[in-house]
């Protein structure tokens, strides 16, 4: 079993930056998971945001490639999303997700940011962008 709490949501103004923490609680090795953080809006359907497959290569939405640097520390068993130059679209609930296993950042495919193939998350934390 995984045990994921979020922490570091918040209302800001665009163009502000914003730190999301992960923290990971589990028996067996922490490196042996699929990591990811993952969001959703009102009305919309859950997304990838970043997210690294088994060998930690991380791959990034192209909405936010560029602007968020996805992380992870393997002693404290905590994963990291640095948000900067946020806007009003980035405003969702934002959840970190463990997965035993996904398809790697090299699949030509949405790699390890599908949703379905993750199933242990985190209860999620508000990021509120305003203009």
């Known amino acids: 079993q995984v045990h994921l709490v979020e922490s570091g949501g918040g209302s800001v103004e665009t163009g502000s930056s914003l730190n999301l923490s992960c923290v990971v609680s589990?028996?067996?090795?922490?490196?042996?998971?699929?990591m990811g953080w993952f969001r959703q809006a009102p009305g919309k359907e859950r997304e990838g945001v970043a997210a690294a497959d088994e060998f930690g290569r991380p791959k990034y939405a192209v909405s936010v490639k560029d602007r968020f640097t996805f992380s992870q520390d393997k002693d404290k068993k905590t994963l990291y999303l640095h948000m900067n130059s946020l806007k009003p679209e980035d405003t969702a609930t934002y959840y970190c997700?463990?997965?035993?296993?996904?398809?790697?950042?090299?699949?030509?495919?949405?790699?390890?940011?599908?949703?379905?193939?993750?199933?242990?998350w985190g209860q999620g934390t508000q990021v509120t962008v305003s203009s």
């Open positions: 589990e028996s067996s090795g922490y490196m042996r998971y699929c």
């Open positions: 997700a463990a997965a035993w296993s996904c398809p790697p950042v090299t699949d030509p495919g949405p790699g390890p940011l599908m949703p379905t193939k993750f199933a242990f």
